[in-house]
């Protein structure tokens, strides 16, 4: 399959970059030039997004500004308006599907604690693909809105669309780096390892559903998402647990 990555110069960009290449060939786009082969472009330039995505079969989207801390300005400029650029470039060149990098923040409201990244524990809950945006952040309604657009294209123009609700990946591949940490319950329940990131990435490349929502966590003793429907509809089954390495 020839596979598009936006923001492929990225943190997650890179683990699919190497994740995905041996099973697709990837065109990546970046913001600025890189090391490797990518075409540099600006997402929310619409004009710049022309014609970019002829020969694509499926596009991964990344691109963004990725803060639960970041402004109205900037996810407006690079999550709202460089998603539906994404979507408006998709349709146009007629690419199947596009995979979403949507957030854990778009529903997790109900358990925040003092900021997005901190987790309420005295709230027990156990949230469901279907239950309704609960954002935790001006980024997390930022990533609804590219789930709201994503829904209209599959319909209306069908651009097959799945909104990946990642859970918390960083640059190294452990929950271990919040032990301690105010953030340390976020992460308990919303750590996702690399390879469980691959496997779900290939696994929303492979569904032939119209419209897919996932929770794309680890299989974390202490999450807080279902992953029943994901399981099912996706056939992601994730293999790793930040419990094993807390070790209690
Ligand atoms: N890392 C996580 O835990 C996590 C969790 C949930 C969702 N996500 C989402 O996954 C995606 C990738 O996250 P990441 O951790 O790799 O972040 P990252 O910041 O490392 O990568 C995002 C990339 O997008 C590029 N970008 C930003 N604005 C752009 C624009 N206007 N045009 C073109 N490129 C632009 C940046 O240059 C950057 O390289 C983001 O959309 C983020 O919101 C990440």
Redesign the pocket.
């Known amino acids: 399959m020839h596979v598009g990555i936006?923001?492929?110069?990225?943190?997650?960009?890179?683990?699919l970059r190497a994740g995905l290449a041996d099973s697709h060939q990837i065109k990546s786009?970046?913001?600025?030039s890189q090391e490797f082969d990518s075409t540099v472009?600006?997402?929310?330039?619409a004009d710049a997004m022309n014609g970019l995505f002829s020969g694509l079969d499926a596009v991964i989207?990344?691109?963004?500004?990725?803060?639960p801390a970041g402004s109205w300005e900037s996810m407006l400029?690079?999550?709202i308006i460089?998603t539906f650029n994404v979507l408006e470039e998709s349709r146009r060149a007629g690419v199947k599907k596009v995979v979403f990098?949507?957030?854990?923040?778009t529903q997790h409201g109900e358990t925040m604690g003092a900021s997005p990244e901190i987790l309420d524990v005295s709230n027990p809950i156990m949230l469901r693909l279907g239950d309704y945006f609960n954002p935790s952040s001006i980024?997390g309604a930022s990533?609804a809105t590219g789930e709201v657009y994503g829904k209209l294209f599959a319909r209306h123009h069908g651009v097959k669309f799945v909104a990946?609700?990642?859970?918390?990946?960083?640059d190294e591949d452990t929950p271990m780096r919040a032990a301690g940490k105010s953030s340390e319950d976020y992460v308990r329940a919303?750590w996702?390892s690399r390879r469980d990131l691959v496997t779900a990435f290939q696994k929303a490349l492979d569904t032939d559903r119209d419209f897919t929502l996932a929770y794309?966590i680890s299989n974390n003793g202490r999450r807080i998402f279902d992953l029943r429907e994901t399981n099912e509809n996706l056939g992601f089954y994730p293999q790793d647990d930040a419990e094993t390495f807390f070790g209690n």
């Open positions: 936006t923001g492929a110069e990225g943190r997650i960009g890179g683990y786009f970046t913001l600025t472009v600006d997402i929310s330039d989207h990344l691109a963004g500004d990725p803060s400029k690079n999550n460089g990098a949507s957030t854990n923040h980024y990533k990946m609700r990642i859970g918390a990946i960083g919303m996702l794309v």
